[in-house]
């Protein structure tokens, strides 16, 4: 599981995700970012599942389809293929071997912003096997069979405890906010809160991380940006705790700001007066953690 949001407006789409990479063991591997732009569309392809899928199913993507209309057409015949061609080493990853797309983009037929998705994985077929009824408002993914995202897509779903936590109102319109990076944060934010097992009958851990990547797509381009991050540390397990997120000024998030930092020891009085004049000059206090 990863974070993986959209936020659609008529004039812009937002990907939003998290950068922790981790093992089988929920152990964090690496921290970079799991979207991936493409530019000519112009749009956005992020994906869940094994990594190799990330980079190199976008590029492919990115050779093969001139814009995203034309990928969002045959996005299910793709990932089949693209399945087919690696089932090898998907297969190394068992239960979890199987590759989730999410992709944004600016529609030209549309003349408006335009989200889809498409997995390799039968949630219909599994949880018929499993005897498994799905409510009215719950819809089971097909293999292979693309989903339109009307405005929103939030996976995993966070608990509205977690949300409400995080200073989020789930009924809010999103076309009427100008701005959706604050938002998507704040997703990810209540997101962390959320632990489940890699694998079945591992531990629950938690599996968001690292910093949150913005990416943004209107009829212009694709627009990537870093937003706020977390203090998870490469080898160990996530360990997140509410309000352990560091937030960087920005239009719609300014934080308090922080305390003066301390001079380094051992200055002589001359050196600490020049020391302080400089930090006067500069600013002090970037960035502090929001509780």
Not at 72 to 89: Q, S
Not at 111 to 137: P, Y
Not at 240 to 249: E, K, L, N, Q, V
Request: aromatic letters at 8%; one cysteine or more; proline letters at 7%.
């Amino acid at each position: 599981m990863t974070a993986i949001n959209v936020l659609l407006q008529r004039e812009r789409a937002y990907l939003i995700t998290d950068a922790a990479w981790y093992d089988a063991e929920g152990v964090l591997r690496n921290i970079a970012p799991k979207s991936v732009a493409v530019g000519h569309w112009p749009g956005a392809i992020a994906t869940r599942g094994p990594g190799l899928a990330n980079s190199v199913l976008a590029t492919e993507a990115g050779l093969q389809f001139p814009d995203f209309d034309a990928f969002a057409n045959g996005a299910a015949e793709f990932l089949k293929a693209w399945t087919e061609r690696n089932a090898e080493h998907l297969a190394e990853w068992a239960e979890q071997g199987h590759v989730e797309v999410i992709a944004i983009g600016w529609s030209k037929s549309r003349d408006r912003t335009r989200g889809i998705f498409v997995s390799s994985r039968d949630d219909a077929a599994e949880a018929t096997a499993r005897g498994i009824e799905a409510d009215n408002d719950t819809r089971l993914e097909r293999a292979f069979e693309v989903f339109e995202i009307e405005s929103g897509y939030l996976r995993p779903q966070p608990t509205l405890e977690a949300m409400a936590a995080a200073g989020l109102d789930p009924d809010m319109d999103l076309e009427t906010q100008p701005v959706l990076t604050g938002t998507g944060a704040r997703i990810v934010v209540a997101q962390r809160e959320l632990r489940e097992p890699i694998m079945t009958g591992g531990d629950p851990v938690c599996f968001v991380g690292g910093f949150v990547v913005n990416t943004v797509v209107d009829r212009t381009g694709v627009h990537v940006s870093k937003g706020i991050a977390f203090p998870d540390e490469v080898g160990r397990r996530i360990e997140a705790t509410r309000g352990d997120a560091f937030w960087p000024h920005s239009a719609d998030h300014v934080p308090p700001p922080a305390g003066p930092p301390e001079p380094p020891p051992g200055l002589s009085r001359q050196q600490r007066r020049a020391w302080e004049a400089q930090q006067r000059r500069k600013g002090a206090g970037r960035v502090r953690a929001v509780s």
